[in-house]
């Protein structure tokens, strides 16, 4: 300490006569007299030691003869000269040891600044002084850009020996930590989880959340999860810099450095009464938050979504993705279909909500319609045919053409639009007919011909049961072998009588044997009519009625 004070002394001495050993001593002394300049004591010295009066005032001190006062003598000489006296070194040296104590302390010093320090032109620091004590404020330990003359409040930061001198080192920001640190214990007792604080939005992260400003030395953070019940997490939907803003406070950082604060949970928690809101098998309002391959999110309010399986997007339809068919943010309706509150899931059916497009379908286009469609695809003995978006028809191989195919494609291409007959609904799709398009050819028989009539037609082919064969306009007709009077084959002509015509199954059925028999019938009544005319008796017997028969023949 004795190095420290020599250097102190230094800066008030300059370069003096050789210093005896007792310059620098901290001597004590009676006020004996004083003049308009000096005050002069008493220090047990053979002269009295002069202290200046400018000093002592510059100091605080108003003395009079008798007072006891402490001081160092700074100027001794072998020669009848007064020993100087100083209060200012004696000052020095108990800041010095005040502020060696204070280091690392959250002790407040008032200093001044002195100098902008510079390095290759660039800002470093600041030297301060407090109360006459040189110290150094790095740029890094500066809370404001300072200028000369400005007063400042610091701490110390540590104190160095190095050689005769003291390197001291403040801190403004040690300081505004301290500071906090005190208001920061103050309102941890006022503010409490669960209170409402009022702050300004001092910065927005879009990838974190927003910061506030509560009180002085105070901030508060909003992470995004905290913004809302729902899945928006843009705090720009959320607040604006310089706004004010009011939070929920959910609780202080580990290092007491902020408050954690909720938006969302200054509204009641909507799952709370979630049964109470919606119910299994109603519709409601929603709207597509979410998509992923399986399906997709529809909220149905704020931090409330349910989940819709692409299956269940659209009637008739299942998208490889559902983005064929929705897009992010459309309006949709949906029916709730199962509801679990404890896990918080809920799933719904956009198609459910809509009116079943095929029903739709029918109830514009109903039994006996013209329509078009495109054929689809054929599958086995039938024909599938979309009609319109999400609504499905089929052809059933009977409905093709009035007359037999063998296959479908002979009258039906895949891909072709053509025209159908609606026949009527069936579950969910359309029952559609080809040849209902064209008049019936058997309803042609029918008319043409009636049932009982012969008519000469030839065989086209022998088949397992029976024969068949074909009028003019296509019409194939069968006929059982027992119904036949001989063995037939292709290319044959026969008289057939026509037992059966039925347009709805279709089918007509004739028969050889009938025929024969209803001429032999025909031949009998001639006969008996014109036995009965010429009066040639009323008896006759089956061999006048062959004799009869065979004689018309010839």
């Known amino acids: 300490m004795a190095n420290e004070f020599e250097k102190l002394l230094e800066e008030y001495l300059g370069k003096e006569e050789e210093v005896q050993l007792q310059r ?16 002069y004591v008493d220090i047990g010295y053979k002269i009295e030691a002069i202290l200046p ?12 003869v008798g007072d006891e006062i402490e001081a160092v003598l ?9 020993p100087r006296l100083s209060l200012k070194p004696l000052k020095i040296k108990k800041l010095t040891e005040e502020i060696t104590k204070a280091a690392g302390t959250d002790k407040v010093f008032e200093a001044k600044v002195e100098k902008v320090l510079e390095k290759n032109r660039r800002k ?11 110290a150094l404020l790095p740029l890094a330990e500066a809370t404001t850009s300072l200028k000369e003359g400005d007063k400042v409040k610091v701490v110390i930061l540590n104190v160095q020996q190095r050689g005769k001198q003291l390197r001291i080192t403040t801190s403004q920001k040690k300081l505004e930590e301290i500071e906090r640190k005190k208001l920061v214990e103050k309102y941890k007792r006022e503010i409490k989880e669960g209170d409402i604080v009022e702050g300004k939005v001092i910065k927005i992260d879009p990838n974190k959340g927003i910061t506030l400003q509560i009180k002085k030395a105070l901030r508060g953070f909003i992470p995004i999860n905290e913004l809302s019940w729902g899945r928006n997490r843009n705090p720009f939907d959320y607040a604006e810099v310089g706004e004010r803003l009011k939070a929920k406070v959910l609780g202080w950082s580990k290092d007491d450095a902020f408050l954690y604060l909720s938006l969302k949970q200054l509204k009641p928690n909507p799952w709370e009464n979630i049964e109470e809101k919606y119910k299994v098998g109603e519709k409601y309002p929603a709207r597509v938050v979410g998509m992923i391959d399986k399906g997709v999110f529809v909220e149905l309010e704020d931090g409330v979504e349910a989940y819709v399986p692409k299956t269940e997007i659209a009637w008739n339809i299942i998208p490889e993705h559902p983005k064929e068919l929705l897009e992010k943010g459309q309006k949709v309706e949906v029916v709730i279909t199962r509801l679990d509150k404890e896990k918080k899931r809920i799933g719904a059916s956009i198609k459910k909500a809509q009116p079943k497009p095929w029903e739709v379908f029918y109830d514009q286009h109903p039994a006996g319609t013209k329509v078009r469609g495109k054929v689809l695809s054929i599958e086995d003995n039938r024909v599938v045919v979309e009609l319109a978006p999400g609504v499905y028809g089929f052809v059933t191989k009977g409905n093709i053409s009035w007359l037999p195919i063998k296959d479908i494609r002979e009258v039906v291409k895949e891909g072709e639009e053509r025209a159908f007959m609606v026949l009527g609904l069936s579950r969910d799709q359309i029952r559609l007919g080809i040849k209902q398009l064209e008049p019936n050819p058997y309803e042609e028989i029918k008319e043409k011909y009636g049932e009982g009539t012969t008519v000469k037609l030839p065989v086209v082919a ?13 019409v194939e007709a069968f006929m059982p072998k027992r119904e036949a009077t001989r063995k037939l084959k292709p290319g044959d002509e026969v008289e057939v009588r026509i037992v059966t015509i039925d347009t709805e199954k279709p089918r007509v059925v004739v028969s050889m044997k009938q025929q024969i028999e209803a001429e032999e019938k025909e031949v009998f009544k001639e006969f008996v009519e014109k036995q009965t005319t010429t009066h040639e008796g009323a008896g006759f017997t089956l061999a006048d009625i062959l004799k009869a028969k065979l004689g018309d023949k010839k």
């Open 462 to 474: 022998a088949v397992k049961g029976g024969y068949i064969l074909k009028f003019d306009n296509g």
């Open 24 to 39: 620098g001593q901290i001597v004590k002394g009676t006020v004996v007299a004083e003049d308009d300049k000096n005050y």
């Open 74 to 82: 700074i100027k001794i000489t072998n020669r009848l000269q007064n």
């Open 53 to 64: 009066k400018g000093e002592a005032e510059q100091e605080g001190k108003q003395l009079k």
């Open 124 to 134: 470093i620091g600041y030297l301060i002084s407090i109360n006459g004590i040189k």
